[in-house]
């Protein structure tokens, strides 16, 4: 009995013991990981359709949708910027459809193809993205038209022959057909073409008639060239619209020719600006434009503009139907890309996008037609959700 209650005494000790003992504190947590943040690494788009990629090679898209642009698979409108693809380096559209580059070098398209500017060498449309070309760098879709740019360094055309690339029967090309060699950078002008080669030299060809090609007219020159012409020598950037050109040079300056209401100057009634001069200097980038609205990035990353306020209001505070011509006036700071396509983009600190022009589906995020006048910024998902 004696060793019974001992034994008791023992357990009742231990127990005792473990029941005074301090429980340890857990450990701390590790702190949760900071969310990544994005920065965006490209613009596209066209009249009422936009697209940004992010630093994470993700496409976003928002705006109408009525040909299957957007590459949803469908034609349902999207009224706020929505993740649509991966692993996308660059995307471009011209009126209803959309070419997007992928990472691999795969190029893809998506919507309106009546004039074959898919080149999927067909004329059906498509409402999901299809492959038409490998090892590409770079497009540019205008219109119905779409330019490509492959490792080899040939430049690459298919859609409407609106330049007569083509002999002049042929309205159009469904698949894509080598146009120049030896290229680094281009410009698809809707009616005629730039091209940089890798010496720095400029060429062009296509439409002339006002002046755009820097060639001054005679009565015998043609209105049309219909192969490529040497330019420009010293140039490290080719930009252009329907009836006007802009070559960025290697010290920086901006030269320009063609329709004078295009290039924002002032010239007698009748008259063009056949040969180039130079607009302006220090600037780091410019963009292909539409409706004659003009953007630059100064090398200070200031944003400057001029030209036509109708299609794209491009100013706070002036009114939509006011343009600016012979003058070119500074909008923000710290701008690291822009983009025009009818409704005017600007990116600030590379991470801040910013809208202004037409509100149709819901472009700028809230209802109605008007055209809005001011920078707005559209919401974009900057961070890991």
């Not at 139907?321 to 822009?338: C, F, G, H, M």
């Amino acid at each position: 009995m004696k060793k019974i209650i001992f034994l008791l005494l023992i357990v009742v000790s231990i127990f005792s013991c473990k029941k005074d003992k301090p429980n340890k504190p857990d450990p701390p947590k590790p702190p949760a990981p900071e969310k990544r943040a994005y920065t965006i690494m490209g613009l596209g788009g066209f009249r009422y359709h936009y697209f940004i990629i992010r630093s994470d090679s993700t496409l976003w898209a928002w705006g109408e949708n009525y040909m299957g642009q957007l590459a949803t698979g469908n034609t349902t409108n999207l009224l706020t910027p929505t993740r649509i693809m991966d692993k996308v380096i660059a995307v471009s559209s011209g009126n209803l459809h959309t070419a997007i580059l992928k990472s691999d070098g795969t190029l893809w398209s998506v919507g309106w193809n009546f004039r074959g500017q898919l080149g999927d060498n067909t004329l059906v449309d498509r409402l999901t993205p299809v492959q038409t070309a490998s090892d590409v760098v770079s497009v540019q879709c205008v219109s119905n038209s779409t330019m490509f740019l492959k490792k080899d360094k040939t430049l690459w055309y298919v859609g409407e022959n609106v330049a007569y690339l083509f002999a002049p029967g042929v309205i159009s090309v469904n698949t894509p057909v080598k146009v120049f060699e030896g290229v680094k950078d281009f410009a698809n002008c809707e009616g005629h073409f730039l091209a940089l080669k890798e010496d720095g030299t400029a060429w062009g060809m296509g439409s002339n008639y006002q002046g755009q090609l820097g060639i001054k007219r005679t009565a015998t020159s043609p209105t049309h060239h219909l192969s490529f012409v040497k330019l420009m020598d010293n140039v490290k950037g080719v930009y252009g619209g329907a009836t006007y050109s802009y070559l960025l040079t290697n010290d920086n300056k901006v030269l320009g020719a063609g329709l004078p209401n295009s290039l924002s100057i002032t010239l007698p009634p009748w008259e063009n600006q056949e040969t180039f001069i130079v607009l302006q200097e220090n600037v780091s980038k410019l963009c292909n434009t539409a409706y004659g609205t003009h953007f630059i990035i100064k090398s200070d990353k200031s944003l400057w503009a001029t030209g036509s306020n109708m299609g794209a209001p491009l100013i706070d505070s002036i009114a939509s139907n006011n343009s600016l011509y012979d003058q070119w006036k500074k909008l923000d700071t710290d701008v690291t890309r822009i983009h025009n396509g009818g409704n005017s983009m600007y990116v600030k600190n590379d991470t801040a996008l910013y809208m202004t022009g037409s509100q149709m589906h819901n472009l700028l995020g809230f209802p109605g037609n008007k055209v809005q006048n001011t920078f707005v910024r559209i919401p974009i998902p900057m961070k890991e959700q």
